[in-house]
């Protein structure tokens, strides 16, 4: 079975710009989520998608959003571009996203804002 | 309060002993997953063991176990006859099922290990 696919693996971006990264989660999950990872705040949950749904969604400000589309893929959006946003981006899927559900992830997407 | 606590930012073994990681936990839920994930250099994160709250065994995959004590909160990674390919970020991450009844997975610090030759 194939693993967890995050594209694009890097970009880079000047301030104010907006950016889209896109996931696709192991074959029959349903449940999606999204991490930021930066050497000051550790792993942070951005949001989960379940079934198009967003059901979870972390403390982040507006300019952070996403979607899941019908065949789970997931992309995030950050409008806006801070330079604190530089940071690697994980997306995890899992079958349903219950507690005992394994979160598998992806390579994750390194992000550099200039 | 944090929820995960990994007290040890860093952590020296040589190769083919064993190590323990240490993790605590804080959560008033009674369903709740424990994971441990290595990330290696390259960023990904890679799953190595699950202990379930009502699992009564200590989890084991391969060289990989979980000392889990339930009423300690305590859920330490032992990883034994380690290998230099086991140099990495170790990451003690809980899920619970919270009052949504969706979960959430919340990592600690980490831990860095080394494996010298």
């Known amino acids: 079975k194939a693993g967890v696919t995050q594209t694009p693996r890097y970009l880079i971006k000047t301030r104010g710009q907006q950016v889209t990264l896109s996931c696709s989660p192991i074959?029959?999950?349903?449940?999606v989520s999204w991490y930021q990872q930066t050497p000051g705040q550790g792993l942070q949950f951005l949001f989960e998608?379940?079934?198009?749904?967003?059901?979870n969604k972390g403390n982040f400000p507006g300019r952070f959003s996403g979607r899941q589309f019908s065949n789970s893929r997931s992309e995030m959006n950050v409008s806006t571009l801070e330079l604190g946003d530089s940071a690697l981006y994980l997306c995890?899927?899992?079958?349903?996203?219950?507690?005992?559900?394994?979160?598998?992830f992806g390579p994750g997407t390194r992000l550099t804002v200039l | 309060a944090q929820k995960i606590t990994q007290t040890q930012p860093g952590m020296f073994v040589q190769e083919k002993e064993a190590v323990t990681l240490d993790c605590t936990y804080d959560t008033s839920d009674q369903s709740y997953g424990l994971f441990w994930y290595k990330q290696p250099s390259s960023g990904e994160m890679i799953f190595l063991i699950y202990?379930?709250?009502?699992?009564?065994q200590n989890a084991t995959e391969g060289r990989y176990s979980l000392n889990f004590q339930k009423a300690r909160k305590s859920a330490n990674l032992v990883i034994s006859a380690s290998q230099l390919g086991d140099s990495a970020m170790y990451f003690c991450a809980m899920r619970e099922d919270g009052l949504t009844g969706y979960s959430t997975l919340t990592f600690g610090k980490g831990t860095m290990l080394l494996v010298s030759p």
């Open positions: 074959s029959g999950h349903r449940s």
């Open positions: 998608y379940f079934s198009e749904t967003q059901r």
């Open positions: 202990q379930g709250s009502y699992d009564e």
């Open positions: 995890a899927s899992s079958l349903n996203g219950e507690s005992t559900d394994t979160q598998y």
